[in-house]
């Protein structure tokens, strides 16, 4: 019989320097490919299209950042260059050279955390 398993909150984090820095409860990633008709002097229709350079760019819902002593003094407003971690059953999906484009916060008594990230990033690799 075949494990299943499924990715929980756990499983998508955000990582400095090898450690994880915060969890994510859920993700959409976006990825934009430039892409160019050639076209031939006196053709109706282009004669090939040539792609261009991939742009990524993701949205991560309800950010809760570890209580781990390491962390206590990051800043999550100053982080930059960082690598986003989701972790697939048949996979591992890194999104690396992260920089955070807007961020939405809020929070009540029990559990403080960023509610909305759009982050963009620089390379992705499947592992």
């Not at 559990?111 to 963009?120: F, S, Y």
Request: proline share 3%; with cysteine; hydrophobic share 35%.
């Amino acid at each position: 019989m075949a494990k299943i398993t499924v990715p929980t909150s756990k499983d998508i984090y955000i990582e400095v320097d090898g450690k994880k820095l915060a969890v994510v409860e859920s993700y959409r990633a976006f990825t934009k490919r430039e892409s160019k008709n050639i076209e031939a002097f006196g053709s109706e229709n282009p004669v090939a299209t040539v792609s261009g350079k991939c742009t990524y760019s993701l949205e991560l819902k309800k950010v809760l950042i570890i209580n781990d002593s390491d962390f206590d003094k990051i800043d999550f407003y100053n982080l930059s260059n960082f690598n986003l971690m989701i972790v697939k059953p048949d996979c591992r999906i890194i999104y690396s050279g992260c920089e955070w484009s807007d961020i939405t916060e809020s929070g009540d008594l029990s559990k403080p955390c960023i509610e909305t990230v759009n982050i963009i990033a620089s390379k992705r690799m499947v592992l």
